[in-house]
Structure formats: structure tokens, C-alpha cells
């Protein structure tokens, strides 16, 4: 009885160490988004986009930490489309970008699994490295609006065509994971290095092309690096 007692204790007592660990960090970099499945454009070219995050990671224990993040990026594809003049005499390929959003919002809930490595000559963790699962909601935030250009100043008004196409607003649901790393300079600031690919489903009120690209479903995958700041305990 006297052994359960002191069990019991040791573990409620690492609870509340680890209820005293949490950290908070904000990210920025870059993100990448794949053909957007199920929409009528989708764009063959790829665009390398902003990408920025702010999250809360709470330790549950030494190996499980759980948190939420709330990101920014936007979702561009490019493409060239062949253009025509009234003679059917082509114009050559011009080059026309495809803006899915040009605010793509998501909060998601994160469970980690966490490898903390600890500094040699002292108990607190030098570094760590997590990965994991996130689930959540996007929102987009887009116009519609279509943009015109001319192939060359001297071209004639008539032959003027679509430079870049922004889909409708909307929101939808998401799934991903993360990978990353976090190198502590001292017991309380890092340095973080994250890998997270969502798979987001979209609806929006677009009533172009016959709804062609109101719903789609798309991968996207923010690489970003940022600061770390860990309060309570770091010795877990």
C-alpha cells in the first residue's frame, strides 16, 4: 500500500511538472500548393508562396505535447494558356496565374510525439524533435476579380485576355501532419524548423463555368522556421 502510495504520488507530481510546460512560437517561410483536384483550372506550374504561423504547444509528458496553431499562406498556381487572334493566327503562349487564395487561413488542433534531447552537462532539454497529426478548419479569403493584359502595348484592345483568375471565397475542412525540430539557445528560447503538408477541402460560392471551381480539394505544404519561447519547467 505504502509502494502505490508513492507511485501515485510520483506520478501526480510529473503531472504537474508537465502541466507547468508549454511554449509558444511564431514561424514564417514558404509554401507550395499542388493541382487543385476536382476544379476546372488547376494550373501545371508551380508558385512558391509566403507561408507564416503563431502556435501553443502544451507538454503533457515528456513524450506527448499537444497544441494549436493558426497560420497564413496563400495558394497560387500559374499556367500558359495558347491565345488566337480574330484570324485564328496565334498569339503564342502567354503566362496566366491561378490565385485559389489570397488569404488562406487555418486553425488547427496538434498532437506531437516528442524526442527531447537533453543537454549533457545539465538536466533541461537542449533540443527536441516532434512529429504528429493536426485537424481543423480553413477559411479563404479571395475576390473573384479576373485581370486583363495585352500581349504587347501594341496589340489591339480586342485581343486583350486573362492574366490572372482568382477564385471565389470560401472555407472548408483540414488534415495534415508535421515534422520539426526546435534547438533551445538557452533554457527558454529556440530556434524551430517545421515541415507541415495539409490536405484542405474547399467550398465556395463560385457561379462561373457552371460552378466548375467551386469545390475542390488540394495539398499544401508550408516550410517555415521561427522563435520558440518556453515558460515553466524545461527539465520536464
Not at 112 to 132: K, T
Not at 184 to 213: C, H, M
Amino acid at each position: 500500500m505504502k509502494s502505490f502510495l508513492l507511485a501515485a504520488s510520483a506520478v501526480l507530481l510529473s503531472g504537474t511538472v508537465y502541466a507547468q510546460s508549454y511554449e509558444v512560437g511564431i514561424n514564417a517561410g514558404v509554401s507550395t500548393t499542388t493541382k487543385p483536384h476536382k476544379s476546372l483550372y488547376q494550373g501545371n506550374n508551380n508558385v512558391y508562396n509566403y507561408a507564416a504561423e503563431v502556435n501553443f504547444k502544451y507538454n503533457l509528458t515528456e513524450r506527448w505535447q499537444m497544441g494549436v496553431a493558426v497560420g497564413l499562406t496563400k495558394w497560387q498556381r500559374k499556367d500558359e494558356w495558347a491565345l488566337s487572334n480574330a484570324n485564328n493566327m496565334s498569339l503564342g503562349d502567354q503566362e496566366v496565374r491561378l490565385v485559389l487564395a489570397k488569404n488562406a487561413v487555418s486553425f488547427a488542433l496538434q498532437l506531437n510525439h516528442v524526442i527531447p534531447f537533453y543537454e549533457q552537462y545539465e538536466d533541461f532539454v537542449r533540443s527536441a524533435l516532434y512529429f504528429g497529426v493536426s485537424a481543423g478548419a480553413v477559411v479563404v479569403g479571395n475576390d473573384g476579380k479576373v485581370n486583363y493584359s495585352r500581349v504587347n502595348p501594341n496589340t489591339p484592345a480586342e485581343y486583350t485576355y486573362a492574366s490572372q483568375y482568382n477564385f471565389e471565397g470560401g472555407y472548408g475542412a483540414l488534415l495534415g501532419f508535421q515534422v520539426g525540430y526546435t534547438y533551445y539557445l538557452s533554457e527558454r528560447i529556440g530556434l524551430n524548423f517545421d515541415i507541415a503538408p495539409k490536405v484542405a477541402w474547399v467550398g465556395t460560392n463560385d457561379t462561373r463555368q457552371a460552378r466548375g471551381n467551386s469545390d475542390y480539394n488540394l495539398w499544401y505544404i508550408p516550410t517555415t522556421v521561427g522563435l520558440h519561447i518556453r515558460f515553466g519547467s524545461s527539465r520536464y
